[in-house]
């Protein structure tokens, strides 16, 4: 957690904001683009997030990482983000605060009819702009799976997909594992 916002020199709204979010009791909170959002997702969501989960996770502990949806800040900006699944090195993770898009080695969001727009733009720009070198957008709106990968200040300039659920996507070094999207749909 980042410490108590000083105003001896006024108000550092993006500080005192984001410090504001960590201590809302009883729900998880994102900042979206200066808007707070609940993170209140489904159980189909959660369903799908654990099917992706499950296909990394032996990859993950081999990679001495580990796999969850902590906070990511992006400095500069009026975002906190709380993504569905994010891969960090582990000893990173036994800090406690929240971590940058770029410390990550993965990151996955998944799209419900709430947020889908956000995650296919606004997340996919920003994690690019703050140096996540893989993000795997499931969306489960469009039924399909894109990797974006090769992150710049203008976006991805790689995408693998959309590929229709049921196709098998591989994850690039340092996972080398393949995903089996055929689960992700709804049953």
């Known amino acids: 957690m980042t410490s108590a916002p000083d105003y001896s020199q006024g108000v550092d709204a993006e500080r005192a904001l984001k410090f504001a979010v960590q201590r809302i009791r009883g729900e998880r909170v994102q900042i979206i683009e200066g808007i707070i959002e609940p993170v209140s997702p489904t159980w189909d969501h959660e369903r799908v997030a654990r099917l992706v989960r499950r296909q990394i996770e032996n990859r993950v502990d081999e990679l001495g990482c580990v796999e969850g949806s902590g906070n990511l800040d992006l400095p500069g900006s009026s975002n906190w983000y709380v993504p569905d699944i994010a891969v960090v090195p582990e000893e990173l993770a036994k800090g406690g605060g929240a971590l940058l898009p770029e410390q990550t080695l993965l990151i996955v969001e998944v799209t419900s009819e709430s947020n889908a727009e956000t995650d296919r733009v606004v997340k996919r720009r920003r ?42 996507l591989r994850l690039p070094d340092p996972f080398d594992v393949a995903i089996d999207t055929g689960g992700l749909s709804a049953v």
């Open 127 to 168: 994690y690019a702009e703050y140096g996540a070198p893989l993000y795997l957008l499931v969306d489960r709106i469009e039924g399909s799976v894109t990797l974006f990968s090769e992150p710049g200040g203008l976006g991805y300039s790689k995408a693998d997909g959309p590929h229709p659920f049921g196709a098998v």
